[in-house]
């Protein structure tokens, strides 16, 4: 069965610094990969998504995420963060010919000004 | 275009209880999904719904959980009764069909408090 794996629980950065979530799953399968984010006391917004194709893709509020196959991983960048940026951020994946999304434990990030 | 509408936004219930909880996907979206998210945890699928038919409900506890979607639009999930550990948020997200790239839209969700 898949998993994904957010490494940080928590990421503490300052405003207008760049930030790296990471996202590592496992998976003997092909998979589809997701950034979420979720804004306090509302649902999930989809950030990006990667499909097939370009490993570096590009997001809304200007995130990018790079799949690397050989290390399994997706991980999330911002080159500079805004305070606007402070949320809770899912990694999820889900294997191709299946039906559910699996979603890591999530990320909190925190912009100090 | 309206997003993922769900009710009621709280709750709070004693164990033993019976809750019910509220989705109305976005307009024209065939497939349906409800995920459990646990404090600290990742949304968790419980029941996926294709129109009024349901694809997936490995994961619902269906000794106390139940879902139904009967005119394959708005979608009630409901608890009876109701555990301590049933508190967390209860998601209600849509998509267009059921083709794996589909992007799922989510509502705000229901926070549910057993005491």
């Known amino acids: 069965a898949q998993s994904v794996t957010q490494l940080d629980s928590q990421v503490p950065v300052f405003e207008e610094a760049p930030v790296e979530l990471r996202c590592n799953y496992s998976?003997?399968?092909?998979?589809?990969l997701f950034w979420y984010v979720q804004y306090p006391n509302q649902g999930l917004q989809l950030l990006l998504k990667?499909?097939?194709?370009?490993?570096l893709v590009k997001g809304i509020n200007g995130f990018e995420a790079e799949f690397n196959k050989s290390q399994t991983s997706f991980h999330l960048r911002k080159p500079s963060v805004h305070i606007s940026d402070t949320a809770e951020y899912f990694c999820a994946v889900r294997i191709q010919g299946a039906q559910k999304l699996v979603f890591g434990q999530g990320t909190r990030l925190t912009i100090n000004p | 275009e309206a997003g993922v509408a769900q009710s009621p936004r709280y709750k709070i219930i004693e164990k033993r209880q019976s809750v019910a909880f509220w989705c109305n996907p976005i307009?024209?979206?065939?497939?349906l999904y409800w995920y459990q998210q646990i404090l600290g945890q990742g949304p968790k699928l419980l029941i996926q719904?294709?129109?009024?038919?349901?694809?997936?409900d490995s994961q619902l506890p269906k000794d106390r959980f139940s879902a139904e979607r009967l005119k394959g639009v708005d979608s009630t999930l409901k608890i009876q009764p109701a555990k301590l550990e049933d508190s967390a948020v209860y998601l209600c997200?849509?998509?267009?069909?059921?083709?794996?790239?589909?992007?799922?839209?989510f509502g705000p969700g229901t926070r549910l408090l057993v005491l």
């Open positions: 719904f294709q129109n009024n038919g349901v694809v997936d």
């Open positions: 990667y499909l097939s194709g370009s490993t």
């Open positions: 307009s024209g979206h065939a497939t």
């Open positions: 998976s003997s399968v092909s998979v589809y």
């Open positions: 997200a849509s998509s267009l069909d059921l083709g794996q790239w589909e992007t799922q839209y």
